[in-house]
């Protein structure tokens, strides 16, 4: 069984988005909970939410893998943006509590030029002021491409904040393959050996959910360009081995390629075909 999905819009609410998925064939999906590059949330409507609910269950889909905007940074240099980014995620995470269950992805954040160091305590104390014991959601960390000075560009640096946070039962990690292949995981030639490393840094237990992405750009070029599946150097044969890799088998895989929804039904139908080689 694989879950497959991809990022859809949140413009028309909640159960807006399940129907959309269902009819692309996903059975998972990703949103912005607020504009990506702004800031402001939509209100959310109770039934709307339960609507969506019914439509999950009787469609048989699995997590949903939610995004924060692109704004969000909690490692700024900038005292102002990292307390608007910490007031996003709070907010977000009590939004997130009327789909209790799911994940909610951030990117950890670019240092601005303050260190590695420096942003991995600011991201942990972040996380540390908004972590509750008795929230549902399970916040995870991205892979970077490690552009400019974002944090996450390797393992280790996740593992350097995860150590840091006291509710590791709340957090984990969200692997975006377009990411780890411009930070310089040849996951095309050693996928074995990749995960293998993710598991000693950081444990694959702590692995929750896969962005399905190909790369515009060559392995450790840190550029983050995604590309669709296939068409760019990870390819067809890697991204299928990826699918199929029975250490990531059964978490939610979230397409972020550069498509219509014509394209994303594509993708989802290739995916799919595979569980029948
Ligand atoms: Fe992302
Ligand atoms: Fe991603
Ligand atoms: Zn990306």
Redesign the pocket.
């Known amino acids: 069984m694989f879950y497959i999905g991809n990022h859809v819009s949140f413009s028309k609410g909640f159960l807006a988005m399940g129907k959309l998925e269902t009819k692309l064939g996903g059975n998972v999906f990703a949103f912005f909970t607020r504009n990506p590059r702004g800031g402001n949330a939509k209100e959310i409507k109770n039934e709307d939410v339960l609507a969506l609910l019914q439509w999950m269950k009787e469609h048989h889909f699995g997590k949903i893998v939610a995004h924060a905007p692109y704004t969000m940074n909690l490692c700024s240099a900038k005292e102002k943006v990292r307390d608007f980014s910490l007031e996003m995620l709070k907010e977000d995470l009590i939004r997130m509590e009327y789909l209790p269950g799911n994940y909610y992805n951030f990117h950890p954040g670019s240092h601005l030029g303050q260190g590695v160091e420096k942003g991995i305590y600011l991201i942990a104390d972040a996380l540390n002021q908004t972590l509750k014991p008795e929230q549902n959601t399970i916040v995870l960390l991205?892979t970077?491409?490690g552009k400019g000075t974002e944090i996450g560009g390797n393992f280790e640096e996740l593992k350097a904040i995860m150590d840091l946070v006291e509710r590791k039962d709340k957090l984990g990690v969200c692997l975006?393959t377009?990411?780890v292949w411009?930070s310089g995981y040849d996951i095309v030639d050693n996928l074995d050996g990749v995960l293998e490393e993710f598991n000693r840094v950081i444990g694959l237990e702590h692995l929750y959910a896969i962005?399905f992405?190909d790369s515009m750009n060559e392995r450790g070029s840190h550029k983050?360009?995604?590309e669709k599946i296939g068409m760019g150097k990870i390819g067809m044969e890697a991204m299928k081995k990826i699918a199929l890799h029975p250490k990531l088998a059964g978490k939610p895989f979230i397409l972020?390629t550069p498509n219509e929804d014509e394209g994303y039904a594509k993708e989802i139908a290739w995916v799919k075909s595979l569980q029948n080689e």
Do not use: I, P
């Open positions: 991205e970077m491409a975006d377009c990411h411009d962005h992405n983050d360009r995604h972020e």
